[in-house]
């Protein structure tokens, strides 16, 4: 349960405001994970980051913004975003995101754009 | 494609029942399959994960059977309980050339387990 956490649980923005979300892991794994949960869809991965690289960028609009200062750390810097970008934005690590190793996730920050 | 389809999409069952959830994959090259809870508002957790030659693997009430040449999945509960409501999501994991795993995610089906 406290493997992963994830900072705020909820967030209400505007169309014009800056936020950004903070995820932590405590499981000394090296990979990291954005996924957007939206209602009644299947949960889409949005960016991967191994030691700190990105590898994965799943054509995501460039009003979302990664940043992985360290391999603990992840933060979605989120600016002028539209009122489809409200969801679920779950946070994930793994120990490696090659082969098949187990994702643990966060419970995830709710995101209301007004 | 890569796809993972889940039925029913939602089920109501009484307290103490059983019930079976369906998963219909077409992913490739398959690595595992891993059967996900998920609370409301909270992040999946894993309860399940089979490879190729794994037919069934069990965690507690929960028994996930995998039948790799139909690719077909299916989770059981047994004698559900209250705090069982939730999602429960199939995943099913395929390794890319590149040695990165992708994984393929259903939509879920939304369990309530009624008094």
């Known amino acids: 349960e406290t493997g992963v956490t994830q900072t705020p649980r909820h967030l209400v923005m505007g169309m014009t405001n800056k936020k950004s979300l903070k995820c932590e892991q405590h499981l000394g794994h090296n990979a990291m994970y954005w996924y957007k949960q939206s209602a009644k869809k299947p949960l889409e991965l949005m960016f991967v980051y191994n030691f700190k690289e990105q590898t994965e960028n799943n054509s995501v609009p460039s009003r979302f913004s990664p940043e992985c200062p360290n391999s603990s750390h992840l933060f979605l810097h989120l600016h002028t975003l539209q009122p489809e970008d409200s969801a679920l934005y779950l946070c994930?690590?793994?120990?490696?995101?090659?082969?098949?190793?187990?994702?643990?996730f966060g419970p995830g920050t709710r995101l209301t754009v007004t | 494609k890569n796809q993972v389809e889940q039925s029913p999409q939602s089920l109501i069952i009484l307290e103490g029942k059983n019930c079976t959830l369906q998963c219909n994959y077409t992913v490739s090259p398959f690595s595992n399959l891993r059967w996900y809870k998920q609370d409301t508002g909270r992040g999946p957790v894993s309860l399940t994960i089979?490879?190729?030659?794994?037919n069934t693997k069990s965690n507690g009430r929960y028994t996930a059977t995998l039948d790799a040449d139909t690719k077909q999945s299916s989770l059981h509960i047994t004698a559900s309980q209250l705090s069982d409501s939730a999602s429960y999501i199939c995943?099913?994991?395929?390794?890319?050339?590149?040695?990165?795993?992708?994984?393929?995610f259903g939509t879920g089906t939304r369990l309530l387990v009624s008094p």
């Open positions: 994930a690590s793994s120990q490696d995101p090659r082969g098949a190793y187990e994702q643990y």
């Open positions: 089979m490879t190729f030659s794994e």
């Open positions: 995943v099913v994991s395929a390794v890319m050339n590149t040695g990165f795993q992708k994984l393929v």
